[in-house]
């Protein structure tokens, strides 16, 4: 028996006194003349329902990387955040968010974050602890197909530190993580994923570029779309079952423009992982290759309203060379190398007041195999705590 959707929302709300996230990130106002420390409390409810077949979503060719996409209502997000300012130039944010994975709240960002401002104007600021390596999070309340190939999941969080120097229009980041947040990431010498990353801003454009590395990787290749998403490694690699061992590299770049009530956004990436899979049967080289499109468009209709289109693919490449090469490709579910999954979306949502947003969601996400009509409403409610 299904429980009607505002019992859970009740639950949550009340759950939110307890528990502390907010999905979003949200800078403290260091601009004001204040006495410090100062502290911030706020939630953030984010109550979405998801109607689609009970097929989809189809599985990913992906070796080692599954996704499985929740029906019916959901409440990945919410959760409540504490923010404080300890002194000018030191900070800091914990929050916990409710995952509809593991059915509770989950700790997301715990981060401590150090400022300086130079004469010139530069700021530099040094991040530390668990944060978001990307920013991946985006208005839409449907996963995009980038999060779901990269990192099976809608969230990337890891635990490590980001440098961040921006003067003027451009901004520089450079970051080192352990990699427990992409699957079958491995720590070398402490470090399993690097980023580095440049944005620039100049009115009506911002464009970002980001490249990333990972020098070990060992996931089992096996992909089930029905068993959540794991990050945990195989310590049986290679004889027990079979595994993808190599590294990997990934970049990023999106542009963005706004004039007026009109905006436009493109997005492109590009994974790539090499190695070999191993397993009882043999062992073959592999290459996969998974680049990634998405195209946006919004309008602004009013103040309080705004409509917006989405259009999102992948084309996925494998290749294999050796022993046994065509079975371990068919057991890692990658025997078809070319794949272009795709889908569209119209997304109008309403800020029916600063802190209540309503919003729906139509789709139709396509694969060789047929397409499937996606319908969402989704829910958003910020709230203050208390400062």
């Not at 984010?46 to 599985?59: C, E, I, K, Q």
């Not at 195989?234 to 079952?241: A, E, R, W």
């Amino acid at each position: 028996m299904r429980t009607c959707l505002p019992i859970h929302a009740s639950v949550i709300l009340i759950s939110l006194s307890a528990y502390a996230h907010n999905g979003e990130t949200h800078e403290p106002d260091n601009t004001a003349e204040s006495t410090v420390p100062r502290h911030h409390l706020h939630a953030l409810l984010n109550v979405r329902h998801l109607d689609a077949s009970n097929t989809w979503p189809a599985t990913l060719p992906l070796p080692g990387i599954g996704f499985e996409q929740h029906r019916g209502a959901l409440y990945g997000d919410s959760g409540l955040e504490w923010q404080a300012i300890w002194l000018p130039w030191l900070q800091s944010d914990a929050s916990i968010a409710y995952d509809d994975n593991s059915k509770k709240f989950e700790t997301d960002h715990v981060t401590l974050s150090l400022q300086h401002r130079t004469e010139s104007n530069q700021k530099i600021a040094l991040s530390l602890g668990r944060q978001s390596p990307l920013d991946t999070q985006r208005n839409w309340a449907l996963p995009a197909l980038l999060d779901t190939s990269l990192i099976g999941h809608d969230h990337w969080h890891d635990d490590g530190a980001k440098l961040t120097v921006q003067q003027g229009a451009w901004q520089g980041t450079l970051g080192a993580y352990r990699g427990r947040g992409y699957p079958g990431a491995k720590s070398v010498d402490t470090i399993g994923l690097g980023l580095i990353g440049m944005q620039w801003r100049q009115s009506p454009w911002t464009v970002q570029a980001d490249i990333g590395y990972l020098p070990k990787l060992q996931r089992v290749t096996k992909s089930d779309n029905h068993v959540g998403h794991s990050h945990s490694h195989s310590s049986g690699c290679g004889k027990d079952s079979d595994c993808l061992r190599g590294h990997g590299w990934l970049g990023l770049i999106s542009a963005r423009w706004q004039q007026g009530a009109i905006y436009g956004l493109a997005e492109a990436g590009k994974r790539r992982e090499d190695g070999e899979i191993a397993g009882q049967l043999g062992v073959a080289q592999y290459q996969g290759d998974t680049s990634s499109l998405a195209l946006e468009a919004g309008w602004h209709w009013t103040d309080t309203i705004t409509l917006a289109t989405r259009y999102e693919q992948l084309a996925l490449r494998h290749q294999l060379k050796g022993t046994g090469a065509s079975i371990l490709a068919s057991n890692a579910g990658i025997a078809n190398s070319k794949y272009r999954p795709r889908r569209n979306g119209l997304r109008l949502d309403w800020q029916a007041t600063p802190a209540n947003t309503l919003a729906i969601e139509a789709w139709q996400d396509r694969t060789e195999n047929g397409h499937n009509n996606l319908l969402l409403t989704q829910w958003r409610y910020t709230f203050d705590i208390g400062k």
